[in-house]
C-alpha cells in the first residue's frame, strides 16, 4: 500500500519538490479536498477503496482523516517532512531556482507558524509548526488573546498586589513571544515607538538557550511570524531594530523587506564587539568575528525622524586610537596663547554683521605649551580644550564676505560678528575667527564634553559603524550574572534616544537578561518586555529591582546620574497544556511519563484529531524515552498551552476575581 501510493502520487509533478514527494503540500491539498488530488487516488481501486467511502447511490466519500493519518505515518515519506522543513529555496513563481533563471528568495514554509515554545535554557525540543492556510481556526484560536496571571508591582518600597494597570506602566510578560505579541495588539496596536530585538542567532550555543537546532528555514519563519505581528503594533513613526551576527543577516534583510516593504530600510548598522570569533577547528577556515549587525527598519519611512547621537570616547583614548596609531593627522595641534587687542574694521547694519582684526594674537603649537609649562600633551589636551584649535578651509557665504572685507589684512586673526537666524545658535551673538590666511579657527572645546566625573570626552556622530562601545567586562552590567548574552546599556542608549522622547513606549520581545528595560527606565521611556525562559525571567526582575531601588549604579547609570525611581508589574500568560508540556521536558524516567501518558488521556487539552482509546500503555512502554516524550507532545492540542481570554470565566481553571478584573482592564472590556 505505501508503495503503491508513493508511485501514484508521484505521477503527478505538482506533488515533487526536487525529486521528492512533497508531504506538506499533499496534507494541504487533501484539507482542501483538491479535485486533482482525489481524482489521482480514485483512480487506482486498491487505493480508492482505502481512502473513500461508497454510498448506496454509487458516490465516493474521501476519508480525509484516514488519508492524514496514513499521510503522518513515519513509515510514509519518512524523510519527506524534514527534507522539505530544513530547505530555502530560490523560486521565481512557483518554480524553483532549477527550473528558473529569475531569482526570488521563497521560504518553504513561509505560510506556517513557528510557536517555538521553550522554557528551559537546555531544552533542544523540535518546533512546533501550524500550517495558516490547512487549519485556519487552529491558528485563530493560538493567536486569541490570552489570560494573564501572577500579577505583581515592583518599586523602590518592593513588592505590591497590582490593584489596577495604567496606560503607562512598565511591563514584563512571561511567556511564549508569538502569543504575547498577538495578546498586545488590542492595547498597544500602533502605540510602540521603538522595537529593539536581540532574537537567538542560530548559531547552536546562544545564550539565551531557545531552540538553537533551527535551521535556516525555520528561523525564518520564527523571525516572519514575529516581525508581522511586531509591524502591527509600531506606530506610524516607529522603527525596529534587529540586532544579529553574520549567519543570517542577508536573509533577514529580505525577509524584513518583504515585511517591512525594501522602501522602508534606513540602514545596517555594524556594531564591532571586539570578541574573538572562531577557534580551533575554524582556525584557517574563515577570519575572527569582531562584529555583529543592527538591521533598521521604519514601518513609515516618511514619518520617521532620527536624533543625532555622538559617541564619547576620552579625548587622549581618541587622539591616540584614531590618529596615532592609525597613522592619520591630528589636526587640533595650535594653541591661542592670546587675542591681544581687538579692533573694529566695519560694522554692516544691512545683515547685522561686526568684523574684527586681532592684529598681535598670539600662538604657539601643543608641544611647545608643554614643553614651555612642564606637562605631557595628555596633560594640555585635557586642561585647555578652549584654547587648542586647527584653522580649516570651510566654505560659506560669511567667509566669503569676510575675506572680501579683509583682504589687506595679513597678520593675526580676524573675526566675524552676528547672530545667526538659524542652526543650533539660532538668535544668539557669536563670534567666529578666521586666521591672517583666512581659513576658519575651529576650538577642541566645541568638539568635547564632559562625563560625571569630569573627565573631557570626544563627541564624534555616529555613523553606521560603531566602534567605540565597550563589550568588556558586561557580566556583571546590571548587577546580575549573565556572561554570553547581554547588550551594553550605552549600545542600547544610542539606540533609544536616537529613536524616541521621553515616556514612548519601547518594546523588546526578546527579553533576555533586561538589558533594553533596565535603559529604557534610566532613559524614562516606558516599556514592555517579553520573556519566556525561566531564568532570564528571574535575572529580568532582579536586575529591574537593583534599577528601581537605585542600587544598580552600572552601565549608563552615572552618564544619566541615575539614583532609583520607577515602577514595573509582571505578569505571565496563565498555563494550560504548557505545565503538561513543561512535565514532559523534565520527565527523566518512563514511569514518570507513564503517568503523564494517563493523564492526557483524560485532559481537555488532547488533540480532537487523537482517539485515547488508541493510545495503549503497553505499546507506550517499548519505545525509547525520546520518542515518548514526542508523542506526548505530539498529542497535545498547542492551542491549548495558554487560557484564552475568552474562557477566563471556566470555573475549570480557577481564575481569581482580581486577575479577572485585571484581564478585563488590560483587554479594554467594561466591567
Given at each position: 500500500?505505501?508503495?503503491?501510493?508513493?508511485?501514484?502520487?508521484?505521477?503527478?509533478?505538482?506533488?515533487?519538490?526536487?525529486?521528492?514527494?512533497?508531504?506538506?503540500?499533499?496534507?494541504?491539498?487533501?484539507?482542501?479536498?483538491?479535485?486533482?488530488?482525489?481524482?489521482?487516488?480514485?483512480?487506482?481501486e486498491?487505493?480508492?477503496?482505502?481512502?473513500?467511502?461508497?454510498?448506496?447511490?454509487?458516490?465516493?466519500?474521501?476519508?480525509?482523516?484516514?488519508?492524514?493519518?496514513?499521510?503522518?505515518?513515519?513509515?510514509?515519506l519518512?524523510?519527506?517532512?524534514?527534507?522539505?522543513?530544513?530547505?530555502?529555496?530560490l523560486?521565481?513563481?512557483?518554480?524553483y531556482?532549477?527550473?528558473?533563471?529569475?531569482?526570488?528568495?521563497?521560504?518553504?514554509?513561509?505560510d506556517?507558524?513557528?510557536?517555538?515554545?521553550?522554557?528551559?535554557d537546555?531544552?533542544?525540543?523540535?518546533?512546533?509548526?501550524?500550517?495558516?492556510?490547512?487549519?485556519?481556526?487552529?491558528?485563530?484560536?493560538?493567536?486569541?488573546d490570552?489570560?494573564?496571571?501572577?500579577?505583581?508591582?515592583y518599586?523602590?518600597?518592593?513588592?505590591?498586589?497590582?490593584?489596577?494597570?495604567?496606560?503607562?506602566?512598565?511591563?514584563?510578560?512571561?511567556?511564549?513571544?508569538?502569543?504575547?505579541?498577538?495578546?498586545?495588539?488590542?492595547?498597544?496596536?500602533?502605540?510602540?515607538?521603538?522595537?529593539?530585538?536581540?532574537?537567538?542567532y542560530?548559531?547552536?550555543?546562544?545564550?539565551?538557550?531557545?531552540?538553537?537546532?533551527?535551521?535556516?528555514?525555520?528561523?525564518?519563519?520564527?523571525?516572519?511570524?514575529?516581525?508581522?505581528?511586531?509591524?502591527?503594533?509600531?506606530?506610524?513613526?516607529?522603527?525596529?531594530?534587529?540586532?544579529?551576527?553574520?549567519?543570517?543577516?542577508?536573509?533577514?534583510?529580505?525577509l524584513?523587506?518583504?515585511?517591512?516593504?525594501?522602501?522602508?530600510?534606513?540602514?545596517?548598522?555594524?556594531?564591532?564587539?571586539?570578541?574573538?570569533?572562531?577557534?580551533?577547528?575554524?582556525?584557517?577556515?574563515?577570519?575572527?568575528?569582531?562584529?555583529?549587525?543592527?538591521?533598521?527598519?521604519?514601518?513609515?519611512?516618511?514619518?520617521?525622524?532620527?536624533?543625532?547621537?555622538?559617541?564619547?570616547?576620552?579625548?587622549?583614548e581618541?587622539?591616540?586610537?584614531?590618529?596615532?596609531?592609525?597613522?592619520?593627522?591630528?589636526?587640533?595641534?595650535?594653541?591661542?596663547?592670546?587675542?591681544?587687542?581687538?579692533?573694529?574694521?566695519?560694522?554692516?547694519?544691512?545683515?547685522?554683521?561686526?568684523?574684527?582684526h586681532?592684529?598681535?594674537?598670539?600662538?604657539?603649537?601643543?608641544?611647545?605649551?608643554?614643553?614651555?609649562?612642564g606637562?605631557?600633551?595628555e596633560?594640555?589636551?585635557?586642561?585647555?580644550?578652549?584654547?587648542?584649535?586647527?584653522?580649516?578651509?570651510?566654505?560659506?557665504?560669511?567667509?566669503?564676505?569676510?575675506?572680501?572685507?579683509?583682504?589687506?589684512?595679513?597678520?593675526?586673526?580676524?573675526?566675524?560678528?552676528?547672530?545667526?537666524?538659524?542652526?543650533?545658535?539660532?538668535?544668539?551673538?557669536?563670534?567666529?575667527?578666521?586666521?591672517?590666511?583666512?581659513?576658519?579657527?575651529?576650538?577642541?572645546?566645541?568638539?568635547?564634553?564632559?562625563d560625571?566625573?569630569?573627565?573631557?570626552?570626544?563627541?564624534?556622530?555616529?555613523?553606521?559603524?560603531?566602534?567605540?562601545?565597550?563589550?568588556?567586562?558586561l557580566?556583571?552590567?546590571?548587577?546580575?550574572?549573565?556572561?554570553?548574552?547581554?547588550?551594553?546599556?550605552?549600545?542600547?542608549q544610542?539606540?533609544?534616544?536616537m529613536s524616541?522622547?521621553?515616556?514612548?513606549?519601547?518594546?523588546?520581545?526578546?527579553?533576555?537578561?533586561?538589558?533594553?528595560?533596565a535603559?529604557?527606565?534610566?532613559?524614562?521611556?516606558?516599556?514592555?518586555?517579553?520573556?519566556?525562559?525561566?531564568?532570564?525571567?528571574?535575572k529580568?526582575?532582579?536586575?529591574?529591582?537593583?534599577?528601581?531601588?537605585?542600587?544598580?549604579?552600572?552601565?549608563?547609570?552615572?552618564?544619566?546620574?541615575?539614583?532609583?525611581?520607577?515602577?514595573?508589574?509582571?505578569?505571565?500568560?496563565?498555563?494550560?497544556?504548557?505545565?503538561?508540556?513543561?512535565?514532559?521536558s523534565?520527565?527523566?524516567?518512563?514511569?514518570?511519563?507513564?503517568?503523564?501518558?494517563?493523564?492526557?488521556?483524560?485532559?481537555?487539552?488532547?488533540?480532537?484529531?487523537?482517539e485515547?482509546?488508541?493510545?495503549?500503555?503497553?505499546?507506550?512502554?517499548?519505545?525509547?524515552?525520546?520518542?515518548?516524550?514526542?508523542?506526548?507532545?505530539?498529542?497535545?492540542?498547542?492551542?491549548?498551552?495558554?487560557?484564552?481570554?475568552?474562557?477566563?470565566?471556566?470555573?475549570?481553571?480557577?481564575?481569581?476575581?482580581?486577575?479577572?478584573?485585571?484581564?478585563?482592564?488590560?483587554?479594554?472590556?467594561?466591567?
Amino acid at each position: 500500500m505505501k508503495q503503491e501510493l508513493e508511485q501514484l502520487l508521484a505521477q503527478n509533478g505538482t506533488f515533487m519538490v526536487e525529486g521528492a514527494l512533497n508531504k506538506n503540500k499533499l496534507a494541504e491539498l487533501a484539507r482542501q479536498y483538491n479535485p486533482e488530488l482525489l481524482s489521482l487516488l480514485m483512480s487506482d481501486e486498491k487505493i480508492s477503496n482505502h481512502f473513500f467511502s461508497k454510498l448506496e447511490t454509487g458516490i465516493l466519500v474521501f476519508k480525509k482523516d484516514v488519508f492524514l493519518q496514513f499521510l503522518n505515518n513515519k513509515e510514509f515519506l519518512p524523510d519527506s517532512f524534514t527534507a522539505y522543513k530544513t530547505k530555502i529555496g530560490l523560486a521565481t513563481g512557483e518554480k524553483y531556482l532549477s527550473e528558473n533563471n529569475d531569482v526570488v528568495l521563497s521560504f518553504p514554509y513561509k505560510d506556517c507558524i513557528l510557536e517555538g515554545g521553550q522554557t528551559k535554557d537546555d531544552a533542544k525540543r523540535q518546533e512546533i509548526f501550524f500550517n495558516e492556510t490547512l487549519a485556519p481556526t487552529e491558528i485563530n484560536r493560538l493567536l486569541d488573546d490570552k489570560v494573564l496571571t501572577n500579577f505583581k508591582r515592583y518599586d523602590k518600597d518592593g513588592v505590591h498586589n497590582v490593584e489596577e494597570i495604567k496606560d503607562t506602566d512598565n511591563l514584563i510578560i512571561k511567556g511564549n513571544n508569538l502569543i504575547v505579541l498577538h495578546s498586545l495588539k488590542k492595547r498597544f496596536a500602533g502605540k510602540v515607538k521603538l522595537i529593539y530585538i536581540d532574537p537567538p542567532y542560530n548559531t547552536g550555543n546562544d545564550s539565551f538557550g531557545y531552540n538553537d537546532s533551527f535551521n535556516h528555514s525555520t528561523w525564518l519563519v520564527f523571525m516572519k511570524n514575529r516581525l508581522e505581528v511586531a509591524r502591527e503594533l509600531l506606530s506610524e513613526d516607529g522603527l525596529l531594530w534587529v540586532q544579529t551576527d553574520d549567519g543570517e543577516v542577508n536573509y533577514l534583510g529580505v525577509l524584513l523587506d518583504e515585511v517591512f516593504g525594501r522602501e522602508n530600510f534606513i540602514n545596517l548598522v555594524t556594531v564591532k564587539t571586539k570578541i574573538g570569533g572562531v577557534s580551533g577547528s575554524s582556525e584557517g577556515k574563515s577570519l575572527k568575528d569582531a562584529t555583529e549587525f543592527i538591521q533598521v527598519y521604519a514601518k513609515n519611512k516618511e514619518s520617521i525622524s532620527l536624533k543625532p547621537i555622538f559617541a564619547m570616547t576620552p579625548v587622549w583614548e581618541y587622539i591616540q586610537t584614531e590618529y596615532i596609531e592609525a597613522g592619520k593627522s591630528w589636526k587640533y595641534t595650535s594653541v591661542l596663547l592670546d587675542l591681544g587687542e581687538k579692533v573694529l574694521i566695519k560694522t554692516d547694519s544691512k545683515n547685522g554683521r561686526a568684523y574684527y582684526h586681532y592684529p598681535n594674537a598670539k600662538t604657539c603649537s601643543v608641544r611647545q605649551y608643554a614643553n614651555d609649562h612642564g606637562l605631557t600633551e595628555e596633560e594640555i589636551y585635557n586642561s585647555i580644550p578652549e584654547k587648542i584649535f586647527q584653522s580649516t578651509n570651510a566654505q560659506s557665504s560669511v567667509r566669503t564676505t569676510l575675506i572680501r572685507e579683509t583682504e589687506n589684512i595679513e597678520s593675526g586673526f580676524v573675526s566675524v560678528s552676528y547672530v545667526p537666524s538659524k542652526g543650533k545658535n539660532q538668535g544668539e551673538l557669536i563670534e567666529i575667527f578666521y586666521t591672517n590666511t583666512k581659513r576658519m579657527v575651529m576650538f577642541l572645546s566645541d568638539m568635547l564634553t564632559e562625563d560625571g566625573e569630569g573627565n573631557l570626552l570626544y563627541k564624534e556622530k555616529l555613523t553606521t559603524l560603531w566602534d567605540s562601545i565597550q563589550y568588556n567586562n558586561l557580566s556583571k552590567e546590571g548587577l546580575v550574572d549573565f556572561p554570553n548574552g547581554k547588550k551594553p546599556e550605552k549600545l542600547l542608549q544610542n539606540i533609544i534616544e536616537m529613536s524616541t522622547e521621553e515616556n514612548e513606549i519601547v518594546l523588546d520581545f526578546f527579553g533576555g537578561s533586561g538589558s533594553t528595560a533596565a535603559t529604557s527606565q534610566k532613559l524614562k521611556r516606558q516599556y514592555i518586555s517579553i520573556e519566556q525562559m525561566d531564568g532570564q525571567i528571574e535575572k529580568t526582575i532582579e536586575r529591574l529591582v537593583n534599577v528601581t531601588s537605585g542600587k544598580d549604579e552600572k552601565g549608563i547609570s552615572k552618564d544619566v546620574n541615575w539614583s532609583g525611581g520607577g515602577s514595573f508589574v509582571y505578569a505571565e500568560l496563565k498555563n494550560d497544556a504548557q505545565d503538561f508540556k513543561n512535565a514532559i521536558s523534565e520527565a527523566t524516567i518512563t514511569e514518570e511519563l507513564l503517568e503523564l501518558f494517563e493523564l492526557a488521556k483524560k485532559s481537555s487539552f488532547i488533540s480532537y484529531r487523537i482517539e485515547p482509546k488508541k493510545l495503549k500503555a503497553n505499546e507506550f512502554e517499548k519505545i525509547s524515552l525520546a520518542e515518548q516524550k514526542q508523542i506526548l507532545s505530539e498529542i497535545i492540542d498547542n492551542n491549548n498551552l495558554y487560557v484564552n481570554y475568552s474562557d477566563i470565566d471556566d470555573i475549570d481553571y480557577g481564575i481569581s476575581a482580581q486577575d479577572k478584573e485585571l484581564n478585563h482592564a488590560f483587554y479594554g472590556k467594561e466591567q
